[in-house]
């Protein structure tokens, strides 16, 4: 499996004020981690960003880019994500890994039974949620917990799931 040579590390958001500021969505676990890797990119490389202030709002960072003057620029970049190179980032400790290496695992079952693909990790505000599409059927959104996903093998290009009870068992004869 081919790692991503860059990582998503945040996403604009809508403008914040008429300075220019912007709403930022950091994906890192140190929020503001995002002030010291440098230049973040687009993903194709065509536009960069220094972010040169930002501070802690609710659920996201109220931040300074550069290239930014006023609020139509702001508005121009809402919803761009923002890329550094792999190599930037510290290397994961025993057990941990970037979203990204995620991405385009197989999801088995404990009998390494096949369940899908992992295609996204979301996080709607209340903790980590991996997506899984079957090869049929609807995907299956659930928990990033240990108790759903044990382990992670990247070597092997496969994640361990455990399915709930009521995934498990549905059925469409089961259903309403």
């Known amino acids: 499996?081919?790692?991503?040579?860059?990582?998503?590390?945040?996403?604009?958001?809508?403008?914040?004020?008429?300075?220019?500021?912007?709403?930022?969505?950091?994906?890192?676990q140190d929020p503001l981690a995002?002030?010291?890797?440098?230049?973040?990119?687009?993903?194709?490389?065509?536009?960069?960003?220094?972010?040169?202030?930002?501070?802690?709002a609710k659920d996201h960072l109220v931040a300074t880019l550069s290239g930014i003057a006023n609020r139509d620029d702001a508005a121009r970049?809402?919803?761009?994500?923002?890329?550094?190179?792999?190599?930037?980032?510290?290397?994961?400790?025993?057990?941990e890994y970037y979203h990204a290496d995620l991405i385009g695992l197989s999801a088995i079952?404990?009998?390494?039974?096949a369940i899908g693909t992992i295609v996204a990790i979301h996080n709607f505000g209340a903790g980590d949620i991996v997506e899984i599409a079957p090869a049929r059927g609807p995907t299956l959104?659930?928990?990033?917990?240990?108790?759903?996903?044990?382990?992670?093998?990247?070597?092997?290009?496969?994640?361990?799931?455990?399915?709930?009870?009521?995934?498990?068992g549905e059925d469409e004869d089961d259903a309403p």
Request: proline fraction near 8%; charged fraction near 20%.
């Open 141 to 168: 959104l659930l928990p990033f917990t240990n108790a759903v996903v044990p382990s992670v093998d990247l070597a092997k290009g496969h994640a361990v799931i455990e399915l709930p009870a009521e995934v498990e």
């Open 34 to 56: 995002v002030l010291h890797y440098g230049p973040l990119s687009t993903k194709d490389g065509a536009r960069q960003f220094d972010v040169l202030r930002a501070r802690v």
């Open 77 to 95: 970049v809402n919803g761009l994500e923002l890329y550094i190179p792999r190599e930037a980032l510290p290397a994961p400790e025993a057990d």
């Open 1 to 28: 499996m081919t790692r991503d040579t860059h990582i998503c590390v945040a996403k604009i958001g809508a403008a914040h004020g008429v300075r220019g500021e912007v709403k930022l969505w950091p994906f890192t």
């Open 109 to 113: 079952d404990a009998q390494g039974a």
